[in-house]
């Protein structure tokens, strides 16, 4: 296992430690995008965004909940997806929207998107000092991540 394998892998048990102590049932891993697995309880997270969800999302995030603008679109990201396992007992079925063409705007009020972010903007209010210390630890991690890359 190289250098870059090893990072990734201590981000990964980062990740992990942060959605187990929302729900001891949920698990992390790498993947390609952010998403939801509903059948495993999983998300998936990636240190790549696309542009639906880097910037605009986090804008969109920091509209609606102001707090939101002190944390890293990183942590903000996971809580979306830990969102939609919370509730997925609320979503509908929208891949009939999905699949048109729509601004980010749209997107973002889908029912489903809209109410993940909901979900994770009202447990960043409740818990703040326990968001700011697992965004404090996932900065600290990309940060070793980039030294790494850069080296």
């Known amino acids: 296992m190289d250098k870059l394998d090893t990072y990734l892998n201590s ?21 390609t995008d952010f998403q939801a697995l509903y059948d495993d309880d999983c998300i998936t997270w990636t240190a790549i965004y696309s542009e639906r969800g ?3 999302f986090r804008n969109d995030f920091v509209k609606r909940f102001p707090i939101a603008c002190d944390f890293d679109t990183f942590t903000l990201s996971i809580l979306h997806e830990i969102g939609h396992l919370e509730t997925e007992d609320e979503m509908v079925d929208d891949t009939s929207k999905r699949n048109r063409p729509m601004t980010n705007e749209q ?11 909901e979900w994770a903007g009202y447990w960043l209010e409740d818990n703040l000092a326990t968001a700011r210390k697992w965004n404090t630890a996932f900065l600290k991690a990309f940060r070793n991540l980039g030294t790494l890359i850069t080296e």
């Open 11 to 31: 981000i990964n048990a980062l990740v992990n430690k942060f959605v187990r102590e929302i729900d001891e049932d949920y698990s992390a891993q790498l993947g």
């Open 54 to 56: 880097g910037e605009a």
């Open 107 to 117: 997107y973002f009020r889908l029912h489903n998107e809209y109410i993940a972010t």
